[in-house]
């Protein structure tokens, strides 16, 4: 192993970067505007209005409660409440016509006694209705007031352990995005680059010189890794930190950055993002011989970067994958890195942590196999 | 028309060498490379001694290239062996001794001509600046040391590619039709400065397919579907077979070591007819 050697190799591919703009751009710009374009569309749901009726059954202590629950819902923000009804056919007619959202209905045995409350919706999209949810549950825990005396409420409660119940879906998503990019461009721009090496002849160029095979893979993590570092660092200080910029002239007061809240050291994340980085630069110069286009290259993407989005924890935790994919989900890098991004920045874990120190381990290992399997395929003859 | 036996073209044949080091500078023995049912390089048994430049010669497809691969240890021989200045390849060590110009230009579109150069030179271990501006100057590039490789015309390439296969003063060079796209000034120069190499001890194995370069050659291996010909300085070889234009000779060796194999297709085609 001669480094310098791997110092040329590294400086090169610094060079190769100097003069492909388009490329820089491409690893640094693509990235925040995605996050940002995420974050625009989570944090508009959030504020979107949902209209919700109110069907009252009940006969009990009967119009209070329904007017309590509607001004409960009113004092929700994002909630408009229409005046309660007793015609539950109209409020389904308004759901089918889009006119409400959600139904909240207090069905004919509804009782102070017996709290039972029916949420009607759509059921289009499930998932997306399921949104508005919180805010009546919000609402239903402040009937507490309307609740005569001693008798039961609903009790319907919500409480995280890490974060704040009031965490936003961006707070969450946040330290996989960052991952995942880094994942992302770098096995994708080491891939075809390797690739071009192969195509352009330089890598026969290259393996006619003393360079080891080895030293090749050293220099193009340098020189990739220092690119993803700096690509992590930006996207970290983006989703991370809030530069208030304040008004100019015209130009009204705006803010740069997220400011997604981190529990954790940024720097212990920062160290699992390069580590799975490194891991990307060597799977892709193993995958680059078996590709002999650039479209070849990018037909890898379905097979290697989808799969770990689905599977790696990005939407659904692994333990709610079903039981066959469990164990796929387990030997992805991504899972690793979504797990311990998540420990250190919601949990706000650090190295101390059993489960962080796995992760990084486990990444560790990763990067080393695809290191070693990108050496030893590196000579492969392309026949 | 009276036809001259050819020879083998073993390693015998050769004619005597000004020796330079003690044992050729590329040897192969027997070296056998094949593809599938492709015999690219099918039992050639090569001893080249230092010094001399050496024209591999012979149509597309047969053989130089992966020739030169095997030579050079890019490729790895079905069976047989390649020395080079003694040493089995393939040798990562002893490539830091060998210059390999591939007929690709191998270098890259994005990067400075001086980028370029100064990267291969630094994994051959050579640093010194001056050294590199030298060569730079030689194949006169050393006005566009700033340009990107991508801005150059092809011939312009062609140069820098073989300044990234020389700088490191390697004592074996090979060079896979270096002189593709030159203009014919600069093609002088090219052949003036391999002799100036040869005279300082180097070795120089040059490919082509263009018979017009032959005669810069000291000595020519005529190559065909993976089999030597005939081996012999130019002037030997016109008069094996009686005519003043090599061209007409590689045809006449080529028909000669055609009509065995066509009895028995692979048995022994450098036998010749008489």
């Not at chain 1, 192993?1 to 791997?6: A, C, D, F």
């Not at chain 1, 590294?10 to 703009?21: G, K, L, S």
């Not at chain 2, 001893?47 to 010669?57: A, Q, V």
């Amino acid at each position: 192993m001669n480094p310098l050697r791997v110092v040329a190799v590294f400086r090169r591919i610094v060079a190769q970067f100097r003069r492909d703009p388009r490329t820089v751009a491409l690893l640094y710009l693509a990235p925040l505007a995605i996050i940002a374009l995420l974050a625009w569309v989570l944090s508009s749901q959030q504020s979107g209005t949902a209209n919700v009726a109110i069907v009252n059954e009940s006969t009990s202590p009967v119009g209070l409660i329904a007017s309590k629950l509607q001004s409960a819902l009113s004092q929700q923000t994002g909630i408009s409440v229409q005046p309660w009804t007793t015609d539950e056919s109209a409020a389904r007619q308004m759901l089918k016509d889009n006119k409400v959202d959600l139904v909240v209905i207090l069905p004919p045995d509804f009782s102070v006694e017996n709290p039972k409350i029916e949420l009607l919706t759509l059921g289009l999209n499930p998932a997306g209705e399921a949104s508005v949810l919180p805010a009546v549950q919000k609402a239903l825990l402040g009937l507490e007031a309307l609740a005569n005396n001693d008798a039961p409420v609903p009790t319907i409660e919500r409480e995280t352990v890490y974060g704040s119940p009031d965490a936003t879906q961006l707070d969450s998503l946040a330290p996989v995005v960052v991952g995942f990019f880094a994942y992302f461009f770098v096995f994708l721009l080491t891939g075809i680059s390797f690739l071009r090496e192969r195509i352009g002849g330089t890598l026969e160029r290259l393996l006619a010189t003393p360079v080891s095979q080895a030293e090749i893979v050293l220099g193009y993590s340098l020189g990739f890794g220092f690119f993803a570092t700096l690509q992590v660092a930006i996207v970290l200080a983006f989703v991370l930190g809030r530069l208030g910029i304040p008004a100019l002239g015209p130009i009204a007061a705006f803010a740069i950055g997220l400011g997604v809240p981190t529990a954790g050291n940024p720097l212990i994340a920062y160290l699992l993002v390069l580590v799975l980085g490194l891991g990307a630069v060597s799977l892709g110069i193993f995958l680059s011989t078996f590709a002999r286009t650039e479209l070849q290259v990018i037909q890898f993407i379905p097979i290697v970067i989808v799969p770990q989005g689905l599977l790696g924890g990005f939407f659904w935790p692994i333990g709610q994958l079903p039981s066959l994919l469990q164990p796929v989900a387990r030997i992805l890098p991504v899972t690793y890195a979504i797990d311990g991004l998540r420990q250190v920045m919601i949990a706000g874990a650090d190295l101390s942590s059993p489960q962080v120190l796995l992760d990084l381990v486990v990444l560790i290992g990763i990067a080393a196999v695809f290191m070693a399997l990108a050496a030893a395929t590196i000579r492969r003859e392309v026949a | 028309m009276a036809v001259a036996p050819i020879p083998e073209t073993r390693t015998t044949t050769s004619p005597p060498p000004t020796p330079a080091t003690p044992g050729p500078a590329v040897e192969a023995v027997a070296l056998r490379k094949d593809f599938g049912p492709i015999h690219a390089v099918d039992g050639i048994d090569l001893s080249l001694p230092s010094g001399r430049i050496y024209g591999l010669l012979g149509p597309n497809g047969s053989g130089k290239t992966t020739l030169i691969r095997l030579l050079t240890g890019l490729a790895s021989a079905t069976s047989g062996t390649a020395r080079v200045l003694g040493v089995q390849m393939p040798s990562r060590e002893n490539l830091a001794h060998i210059g390999y110009m591939t007929q690709s230009d191998g270098i890259y579109p994005e990067l400075s001509v001086w980028e370029n150069l100064s990267f291969f030179a630094a994994l051959y271990g050579q640093t010194d600046r001056a050294a590199l501006h030298r060569s730079l100057a030689l194949v006169e590039l050393d006005s566009r040391a700033g340009t990107p490789a991508q801005d150059l015309s092809g011939g312009m390439r062609r140069r820098l590619s073989m300044a990234c296969a020389l700088t490191h003063h390697p004592a074996v060079i090979f060079l896979d039709e270096p002189t593709v796209g030159v203009d014919p000034a600069l093609r002088v120069q090219f052949w003036d400065h391999f002799h100036r190499l040869a005279a300082d001890g180097a070795t120089l194995v040059v490919s082509s397919h263009v018979m017009d370069e032959a005669d810069r050659c000291d000595e020519l291996l005529f190559i065909r579907d993976g089999h030597v010909l005939a081996q012999g300085t130019p002037g030997e070889l016109r008069k094996r077979v009686g005519t003043d234009n090599l061209e007409t000779a590689f045809l006449s060796f080529a028909s000669q070591a055609a009509s065995p194999r066509a009895a028995e297709s692979a048995a022994s085609p450098r036998e010749t007819a008489r």
